[in-house]
C-alpha cells in the first residue's frame, strides 16, 4: 500500500511564526505536491516537485515556499504564519509517468491564531 | 469562474438508490478525469480515472465522460451507507510532469440505512 504520511494531523501557531510541514511517501514516487483544501474553494495546488531539488509553482504559492533534498520527502514553509493560512493542508505523490493518479496523506489542520 | 463546477449539495440518498454526482468543466485541454472519495478528518482516495470520452466500470462504480458538452458524471449503484463521503472529481489536461489536477469543490454524499 502507499503510504503518505504527514508530520501533524493538529497544529496551532501565532500569526508571525515560521511553520514547517513535513510529507514523507514510502513508494519512491518522483512527484509531490501541496495542496490546501478550504470550504467553497476546494483544493488548490501551493507548489508541486516532479524531482530531488525541483518546484514548481502552483496555482497559489504566495506567502509559501517548499523544500524537497530527498525523494521521498517535501517540505511546506509558511515564511511568517498569516490569519488567512488557516486551513487544511494536503501531501500528496505520484509516478512521474502518471501525475494523474495522486495518492494523499491525511492532512494537516493548521490554525494560525 | 472556477474551470471546474461540482453539483454543491450536499446529497442524501436511502440505501440501495443510485447515486449521480457531477462535474463541468470548461478547459477544453483537459483529457483525463479522475474521482476521488475523502472520508470525513481522511485524505482524499483516487476510486477512478478516465482518458477521454466515454464510460468506465468498476463494480458499483460507473465514470462516465461527455467532452463534447464538458460534462463528467459518477454513478454509484446499489449505494451503501460505506459510501458516504465527500466526492471530488479531479481534471488534468497532460499525464506526465507538468500536467496539474484542477479540483472541483466536492459533493458531501450521505447514504441512510
Known amino acids: 500500500d502507499v503510504k503518505v504520511t504527514q508530520s501533524s494531523r493538529y497544529l496551532v501557531k501565532r500569526t508571525g511564526e515560521k511553520v514547517f510541514l513535513e510529507c514523507v511517501q514510502d513508494m519512491d514516487h518522483e512527484n509531490m505536491f501541496w495542496y490546501r483544501q478550504d470550504p467553497g474553494l476546494g483544493l488548490r495546488l501551493i507548489y508541486f516537485?516532479?524531482?530531488?531539488?525541483?518546484?514548481e509553482k502552483g496555482d497559489i504559492p504566495e506567502g509559501y515556499s517548499v523544500s524537497r533534498e530527498k525523494k521521498e520527502r517535501f517540505s511546506l514553509i509558511l515564511e511568517s504564519a498569516s490569519t488567512n493560512q488557516t486551513s487544511m493542508y494536503l501531501c500528496a505523490s505520484s509516478l512521474s509517468g502518471s501525475n494523474c493518479e495522486q495518492y494523499f496523506g491525511p492532512g494537516t489542520r493548521l490554525t494560525v491564531t | 469562474q472556477k474551470e471546474v463546477e461540482q453539483d454543491p449539495g450536499p446529497l442524501s440518498v436511502p440505501e440501495g438508490a443510485i447515486v449521480s454526482l457531477n462535474c463541468t468543466y470548461s478547459n477544453s485541454a483537459f483529457q483525463y478525469f479522475m474521482w476521488y472519495r475523502q472520508y470525513s478528518r481522511k485524505g482524499p482516495e483516487l476510486l477512478m480515472y478516465t482518458y477521454s470520452s466515454g464510460n468506465k466500470e468498476d463494480g458499483r462504480f460507473t465514470a462516465q465522460v461527455d467532452k463534447s458538452s464538458k460534462y463528467i458524471s459518477l454513478f454509484i449503484r446499489d449505494s451503501q451507507p460505506s459510501d458516504s463521503a465527500t466526492y471530488l472529481c479531479?481534471?488534468?489536461?497532460?499525464?506526465?510532469?507538468?500536467?496539474?489536477?484542477?479540483f472541483g469543490d466536492g459533493t458531501t454524499l450521505t447514504v441512510k440505512p
Open positions: 479531479a481534471m488534468s489536461a497532460r499525464r506526465t510532469n507538468a500536467g496539474k489536477s484542477t
Open positions: 516537485s516532479y524531482d530531488v531539488k525541483m518546484k
